[in-house]
């Protein structure tokens, strides 16, 4: 037997007004660091490193990022 949308526990509408909040500021944060797609990377809200990356990779970022100081 089928239930109607919105009946019972997990109603749409509870849960959209519950997550839509945090997801839209998510999608805002994502656009003001200029996000295209992802997998992305951000590195002390400063740093975009775009695609997938080795942990290597990322690891020599982070080491960069230290040995300047910043």
């Known amino acids: ?5 919105g009946s ?3 109603s ?7 997550l ?12 003001a660091y200029g996000l295209q797609g992802v997998p992305a990377t951000i590195i002390a809200q400063k740093y ?5 990356q080795p942990l290597e990779a990322l690891q020599d970022i982070v ?3 230290k040995q300047r100081g910043e």
């Open 48 to 52: 975009l490193i775009s695609g997938a």
């Open 20 to 31: 839509c909040p945090p997801v839209d500021a998510d999608i805002r944060q994502a656009q």
């Open 1 to 5: 037997r089928r239930s109607r949308p």
């Open 8 to 10: 019972g526990r997990f």
């Open 63 to 65: 080491q960069q990022i």
């Open 12 to 18: 749409g509408r509870r849960y959209q007004r519950r």
